[in-house]
């Protein structure tokens, strides 16, 4: 497989490692908009892209993309306020992608069992709920895009909760995520039920990039001969644990 890389920063440079590794090619690296500059040929090399660049460049890079009639993977976060309008234009030109908040099997499954518990807590209304999200200080958007997408999940699940604020509240139909920027933290993601009586509380802590490095390698792998919008359920339905274990 001719990967196509957008983004080679730390994870970029995982995400090759582990390319080489399972026997693919890297065809061409982007790492600034200045780069996309007279590379269309080398774009079009390739089978499938895997961007994970910066939220402000991310959608354009989408779209470079879909002209070349590449397929994307994007695990860049902080963009989805544009997420419908890609969806439409994939849609519209019979192109494909592939986004996820977070590649990691781990944090898939985390989002399960949050769903379950939000679920199972809509009952219980004397708990308070509260997620708490920490990364690396080089993490550009706050909160993360993992917590977003258990925040609303959350609210999906419990009445009393209409929108999430990233900042304390005291308001009963907010969800408070409080976010916080450390030197080499990979990635802590922690939901929080609290009562007078006790606290029910669910932890995923990333131990490196490894984890979303390999799920994007796997992802970009799956989506290759596929037309559509897809995320990480879609592939999880199909490859479930054996591809996360190569």
């Given at each position: 497989m001719k990967i196509a890389l957008s983004g080679y920063g730390k994870m970029g440079k995982?995400?090759?490692?582990?390319?080489?590794e399972r026997g693919h090619e890297i065809v061409v690296k982007f790492n600034d908009p200045d780069d996309w500059v007279g590379k269309d040929e080398e774009l079009k090399q390739a089978d499938v892209a895997i961007e994970f660049s910066m939220p402000h460049s991310v959608v354009s890079?989408?779209?470079k993309c879909f002209d070349?009639?590449?397929?994307?993977v994007v695990g860049t976060t902080g963009w989805f306020g544009q997420l419908e309008h890609v969806k439409d234009v994939c849609y519209e030109h019979n192109r494909s992608i592939l986004y996820a908040s977070?590649?990691?099997i781990g944090v898939n499954l985390f989002f399960e069992v949050n769903r379950v518990l939000a679920k199972l807590m809509n009952e219980h209304e004397n708990y308070l709920v509260q997620i708490d999200e920490t990364h690396h200080t080089a993490k550009v958007d706050s909160p993360s895009g993992t917590a977003i997408?258990?925040?609303n999940d959350i609210i999906?699940?419990?009445?009393?909760?209409?929108?999430?604020k990233n900042e304390p509240t005291a308001k009963e139909y907010e969800l408070e995520i409080i976010s916080h920027r450390v030197e080499n933290v990979p990635g802590t993601h922690s939901v929080k039920y609290a009562s007078d009586i006790d606290e029910i509380?669910?932890?995923?802590?990333?131990k490196s990039r490894v984890g979303f490095a390999k799920g994007a390698v796997i992802a970009a792998e799956w989506l290759i001969d596929k037309k559509g919008v897809y995320t990480m359920s879609d592939l999880?339905?199909?490859v479930k644990f054996e591809g996360f274990a190569k």
């Open positions: 995982e995400i090759e490692k582990i390319a080489l890079n989408i779209f070349a009639n590449v397929p994307v977070n590649f990691s997408k258990l925040a999906d699940k419990l009445d009393r909760k209409d929108v999430w509380e669910i932890i995923h802590t990333a999880l339905k199909d």
